[in-house]
């Protein structure tokens, strides 16, 4: 159990890197639409086209990555939608069971899911230099590695989340439950 608690530790450091590495994004997209924005107000006084498609695509695709590797942060801070309702009426015993069940079941299952058939997708993509129907678009296949990409990782911290709630369940001094639906 030790070994899988320092692998935890690892995955978790790693979806920290990724949840700063998107922060830092979003301040980014959110530079690109004002640029946007702007160049098109600024460009419409002048009888200009300041911004283009690319613009607007980039918008997209940084919004696109923030999703998909979003989703690995938030598993991390156990901040994920949940039915509190029902939720906030059971045990910390309890609560750790079900996520065991929820990860097991479903999580990892959907997450190999997505990995294995999006690879086709991928490669696909990769084989015709798929580009944006757009005039002035982005290529679209690099956007497109990124959804096996987010699968894997969020299937890495779907495991560390799962050894984590079986070390707390089996008595290891584990740190859970944490984050904003947690006790400690």
């Known amino acids: 159990m030790a070994f899988l608690l320092r692998l935890s530790r690892w995955i978790d450091a790693l979806s920290d890197a990724l949840g700063r590495v998107l922060a830092w994004l979003v301040v980014v997209l959110v530079l690109t639409g004002v640029i946007n924005v702007v160049a098109r107000f600024a460009g419409a006084q002048f009888g200009l086209a300041l911004a283009g498609n690319g613009m607007l695509e980039l918008q997209s695709l940084l919004f696109n990555l923030l999703i998909?590797?979003?989703?690995?942060?938030?598993?991390r801070l156990d901040a994920h939608l949940r039915v509190d309702v029902l939720q906030?009426?059971?045990s910390p015993r309890c609560k750790a069971w079900i996520d065991i069940f929820g990860i097991t079941l479903l999580l990892l299952p959907f997450c190999t899911f997505m990995v294995l058939y999006s690879l086709d997708f991928v490669i696909r993509s990769w084989?015709?230099?798929e580009l944006s129907a757009n005039p002035g678009g982005l290529p679209r296949y690099p956007v497109k590695s990124l959804i096996p990409f987010a699968f894997l990782l969020l299937f890495l911290q779907g495991g560390s989340e799962l050894i984590k709630r079986i070390a707390w369940i089996r008595g290891y001094a584990v740190a859970w439950p944490v984050g904003p639906r947690g006790g400690a």
């Open 68 to 75: 998909l590797l979003g989703a690995v942060w938030v598993l």
């Open 88 to 90: 906030s009426r059971w």
């Open 127 to 129: 084989l015709h230099l």
